[in-house]
């Protein structure tokens, strides 16, 4: 397969579900595919707070993207972190380390998700990280149970109190599946390993600007949600703002203006989300216009206003009220990808897309979860196993699943949790480090000091 | 419990084989005991090599400590890097984050294991990563991995030789695994993913200053050793010294005296180990003998001369030509364990550490191994089953030997990789990002410019 074969190439960008999908639905047909993404791997982002707790690892929800479209001959994927769109010359450039490439397109499908957004407090994401890559999650996976094991040491009771403090920001599925899953770690798992910390005393708080937890999921079960996580352990503490975070606590700002700081060492943002930038970068050369949280106003195709070779998918579009979510890019990538193929048969006249709710569902804890499909709510262990069947066959690659299953047979059934380990890197990482100062570890403060004399040495 | 329980206190540094094998033979008994290691996870090391080619998880083979020994009611864990042993005072400091902790002992097992020796040349370490570690095992998959990806779009042929050039230093079970499965991985695994290159025209070398690979197994299964490892695309290059290495190559010096250069980014060491630093700092203030691998000349009974009450097992000894191999520091562990328990109970004439030598094993590829148990040597097939049973035997901990044996399943039947992901702090790590220049990767280089702006601002 080469760039002059002569077929309609068609450029991906993102291998997250509407990218992925979108070339699954063009694989093996008659047209060429480049399939561009930053990491090399198709990330089930549901399952994400699942790594950082210890239950699953990386490989489960993150099978290779080469691998799962390995069989789709016309289908090539190419690690690379896209730099610029140039809508008028029709070419993506991309760079891999220092390797540039610029590939050609004659369709474009921008796939590239959202990252965390911090409302503009960009130096928030130094002190809580979000939730969005596996780099996350496993930087997260190092600071929860490295708090546990720093304070188990620790001499100092203020201290020892602010390693036993996590804060978890935004009440939407991602932060209650996280809360719940710590205050479960600290209540049942941990309980028998330390010795002097009790776990158990740890507090895990769940802080939200909104008056509900789960607020698109309706009142009802809104409150259950709530009532569930309140038994769990965790504290629910809504129409709270937060207005500042460093090294050691949080502040809020309460729904009666009054303002407290919370100390707590490890903090999850997984409040709000950012559309990529490069939703920005078409508005830029384009008539497309975007909104706060950077999002595009696509038009009824998913094209961008002016330039119907480019398709805008997932995360990145504003289109009626549509909910970011899974769904939304998995339908929206395979209608964009029907859509060129439509196009290049010679039909017309293609049907506006229409986004098909299939429902909502979040876990709060071991047999615990909130469900709501069009008009039918439940709760309760029914919930909880329909959340794990539905998220199980909604994953890509067959292995993956099967570990994922095993894993979660071991901490289920088993209470346990397979995928502790964290390495010197993601434990002491550069957040960590810069959180208590160079000076804690020295020997990874400058990584490898041999190496960085060699360093100079060379340069000099 | 408590640090003046009245008890005879043991404290175990180290949490590998010969550390925790210890601690489950004091579990429960009459001792108070404390576990120090520098890491939260116990290493089952042999199968490293599968964590760094794709196989096995992190968490597959490296268990929780503490939830090892969680219900040993006497033994503590603690996380803590050993900065000083006080053989006077009898005090053991630590250190975690910025955390210092001082541990009186009564008894003291010092299993702290070896790493990787570069004979004196360590900043070959910066280019060459070791295999003693998750860290070095969760680099290298970044590297091996990330090295195909960026030969698919590389435009510069020398460049992308040499990434797809990869050199193993150091033809014991380590390297030789090492090499089979990468070439494994070319050959089979990676063949229907790439389009711009044919991942079969990797070159894996194996390289050793000794005449044969696996020296320790005799001359047949040597033999049939390196005869595998050709058949399954191995360059087995032997009587090779490794003179030098940098970003892009590795220099040898061959037995006629001839010397060159193989261009290779990736570039595995697993040559030479040396015992832990803590015996050299034991050597300082004993008068224990150290060799020049920094192993000690310890007593019969695993003792340091003239200090009855410090034992040593394991990687760090030197003792009758004993192999550094688990059994050793498993058998070790033990002895220590019972040593000390008896001397409670009033028992005299321990009879001297006797390791027995339970056979030595490696395997080469798929369906491929060599196996010498006594006087009885096997290969092939049946042999590489006995590998696989002996391995998920001696693995401690039952939710990852069942994880393992998943994955071995998904690996050598479904002829897959389900363990493949890396973060970018794995795939462009320092030692990565010191290859290739610092501007190679501009964002990454400086980690999270906004943050280091806010480090500077703070300082200001």
């Known amino acids: 397969?080469?760039?002059?074969?002569?077929?309609?190439?068609?450029?991906?960008?993102?291998?997250?579900?509407?990218?992925?999908?979108?070339?699954?639905?063009?694989?093996?047909?008659?047209?060429?595919?480049?399939?561009?993404?930053?990491?090399?791997?198709?990330?089930?982002?549901?399952?994400?707070?699942?790594?950082?707790?210890?239950?699953?690892?990386?490989?489960?929800?993150?099978?290779?993207?080469?691998?799962?479209?390995?069989?789709?001959?016309?289908?090539?994927?190419?690690?690379?972190?896209?730099?610029?769109?140039?809508?008028?010359?029709?070419?993506?450039?991309?760079?891999?380390?220092?390797?540039?490439?610029?590939?050609?397109?004659?369709?474009?499908?921008?796939?590239?998700?959202?990252?965390?957004?911090?409302?503009?407090?960009?130096?928030?994401?130094?002190?809580?990280?979000?939730?969005?890559?596996?780099?996350?999650?496993?930087?997260?996976?190092?600071?929860?149970?490295?708090?546990?094991?720093?304070?188990?040491?620790s001499t100092d009771p203020e201290q020892r109190r602010r390693l036993l403090t996590f804060v978890v920001v935004g009440a939407g599925p991602t932060g209650v599946e996280m809360a719940?899953?710590?205050?479960?770690?600290?209540?049942?798992?941990?309980?028998?390993?330390?010795?002097?910390?009790?776990?158990?005393?740890?507090?895990?708080?769940?802080?939200?600007?909104?008056?509900?937890?789960?607020?698109?999921?309706?009142?009802?079960?809104?409150?259950?949600?709530?009532?569930?996580?309140?038994?769990?352990?965790?504290?629910?503490?809504?129409?709270?703002?937060?207005?500042?975070?460093?090294?050691?606590?949080?502040?809020?700002?309460?729904?009666?203006?009054?303002?407290?700081?919370?100390?707590?060492?490890?903090?999850?943002?997984?409040?709000?989300?950012?559309?990529?930038?490069?939703?920005?970068?078409?508005?830029e050369q384009t008539d497309v216009e975007v909104d706060r949280a950077g999002r595009l106003h696509v038009e009824d195709d998913l094209t961008v206003p002016g330039h119907p070779e480019i398709f805008v998918v997932g995360d990145m579009i504003n289109l009626k009220g549509y909910p970011g979510v899974a769904q939304l890019a998995i339908q929206g990538g395979r209608y964009a990808a029907k859509s060129i193929l439509g196009r290049l048969e010679g039909t017309t006249d293609q049907a506006p897309f229409r986004y098909r709710d299939k429902g909502s569902m979040a876990t709060i804890s071991k047999y615990s979860a909130v469900a709501s499909i069009g008009r039918i709510n439940f709760t309760g262990f029914l919930a909880w196993l329909a959340w794990l069947a539905v998220h199980l066959m909604a994953m890509v690659g067959f292995k993956n699943r099967i570990s994922t299953l095993l894993n979660w047979i071991i901490t289920f059934v088993g209470d346990n949790r397979n995928e502790r380990v964290s390495t010197f890197q993601q434990v002491f990482a550069r957040t960590a480090m810069q959180d208590l100062g160079p000076s804690a570890y020295p020997n990874l403060a400058d990584p490898g000091s041999d190496g960085e004399d060699e360093l100079e040495r060379n340069a000099s």
Chains 1, 2 share one sequence.
């Open 1 to 153: 397969m080469s760039a002059n074969s002569g077929k309609h190439h068609v450029v991906i960008i993102g291998s997250g579900f509407g990218g992925l999908f979108a070339a699954k639905e063009l694989g093996n047909e008659d047209v060429d595919v480049t399939l561009i993404s930053r990491t090399s791997h198709h990330l089930f982002q549901p399952l994400l707070y699942q790594v950082a707790t210890g239950i699953l690892s990386e490989g489960d929800i993150a099978p290779t993207t080469r691998d799962i479209l390995g069989r789709q001959r016309n289908v090539r994927v190419i690690l690379g972190d896209v730099q610029h769109i140039d809508v008028e010359a029709r070419t993506v450039s991309s760079t891999s380390l220092n390797q540039h490439t610029v590939t050609p397109y004659d369709s474009l499908i921008v796939a590239a998700g959202a990252g965390q957004s911090y409302f503009g407090n960009n130096h928030f994401a130094r002190f809580a990280p979000g939730m969005k890559s596996i780099d996350d999650a496993l930087e997260l996976r190092g600071r929860i149970f490295g708090s546990f094991e720093l304070a188990e040491t």
């Open 180 to 283: 719940g899953q710590i205050a479960e770690l600290a209540q049942r798992t941990l309980a028998h390993e330390f010795r002097h910390i009790d776990p158990g005393e740890a507090r895990v708080i769940l802080l939200d600007g909104a008056p509900k937890v789960l607020p698109t999921f309706g009142d009802r079960l809104s409150d259950k949600a709530r009532r569930s996580l309140e038994k769990q352990g965790v504290e629910v503490q809504l129409e709270a703002m937060v207005t500042d975070v460093d090294q050691y606590g949080i502040q809020v700002k309460d729904g009666d203006g009054g303002r407290r700081t919370i100390e707590t060492m490890t903090k999850v943002w997984a409040a709000g989300v950012a559309g990529s930038p490069l939703g920005a970068m078409l508005a």
